[in-house]
């Protein structure tokens, strides 16, 4: 049996996350650090063997029913040990009796079903170099001058969860940039783009229909300036495949959305872009 030592990260750890992240190629947002910390800072777990990293996984408490899995990596030196099954029974055990939610590798799904959870639909990143558009056909306001309760509002119609405090911290983020339509004094759409390890990722990007989705995207764009873009769509959404795929983007990765239970319905036709596929 390998002596695993298994605690909780501290704030500053989950930094860590990101870089192994990162090595596997799931290219983090550069300020995701802080912004994920604010969700629930005793969800991000650790696995140490001789004090160094060996294991790591994440599963944060959004709400009294409903948790979010991520980060879920062995060292790849130490694979296929059994570490990485302590991390994730710490993981379910800090859930307790909540439903979880997460976004996992295609060839990881079989042993999440073995979990008990169940595959709801696939979300798709889509990339590619976008050019930064003229001045967008449409009108937006930064997402930041909207109050906040009418974007927690709309997340809340795609979320199984209410996180305003960790929305909050996303449209405030350094390098993030917001963008929002308004129609007739209601929030039609609104999306945020961030800095990457590569590129730039749109996300969320939640809207009414198609041409709300555009015109807030195009806004993001001309506000970034393009260059290499990731939009992460659900696969379920028609209108949001069709726009990435108007944009010229391709498919690049692509995970499953698995629950353990049962979630309020969410208004997956609005989803033109996921947050992210860490925590959801």
């Not at 930094?15 to 190629?25: F, M, P, R, V």
């Not at 590129?199 to 506000?223: C, F, M, N, S, Y």
């Not at 979630?263 to 947050?275: C, W």
Request: proline content about 5%.
């Amino acid at each position: 049996m390998v002596d695993l030592s298994v605690r909780s990260m501290r704030p500053n750890e989950i930094a860590i996350a990101l870089d192994w992240a990162a090595g596997e190629g799931w290219n983090p947002g550069l300020a995701d650090a802080t912004c994920f910390a604010t969700v629930d800072p005793d969800g991000f777990f650790i696995g140490e063997l001789d004090g160094a990293p060996a294991a790591m996984v994440s599963c944060v408490n959004y709400s009294a029913g409903f948790a979010f899995l991520g980060f879920y990596i062995v060292r790849a030196d130490l694979r296929g040990r059994g570490l990485g099954l302590r991390l994730w029974q710490s993981a379910i055990a800090h859930a307790g009796r909540r439903v979880i939610g997460l976004d996992g590798v295609v060839a990881q799904q079989a042993n999440y079903t073995k979990s008990g959870f169940v595959l709801a639909y696939a979300n798709v990143r889509y990339g590619g170099i976008l050019s930064a558009p003229g001045a967008p056909a449409t009108a937006t306001t930064t997402l930041s001058a909207v109050p906040l309760a009418l974007v927690a509002a709309s997340d809340r119609t795609v979320f199984p969860a209410p996180r305003a405090a960790f929305l909050r911290a996303w449209i405030d983020a350094p390098g993030h940039i917001g963008r929002a339509l308004l129609r007739d004094d209601r929030l039609s759409a609104w999306g945020v783009i961030r800095p990457c390890r590569t590129g730039h990722k749109i996300g969320p990007l939640v809207a009414e229909d198609r041409a709300a989705a555009e015109g807030v995207l195009a806004a993001l764009l001309t506000a970034q300036g393009g260059g290499e873009i990731f939009l992460d769509v659900p696969s379920i959404n028609r209108d949001g495949i069709a726009l990435a795929q108007g944009l010229g983007l391709a498919p690049v990765f692509e995970t499953a959305r698995m629950y353990t239970g049962a979630i309020d319905p969410l208004q997956l036709e609005r989803v033109f872009g996921v947050t992210t596929f860490e925590l959801g």
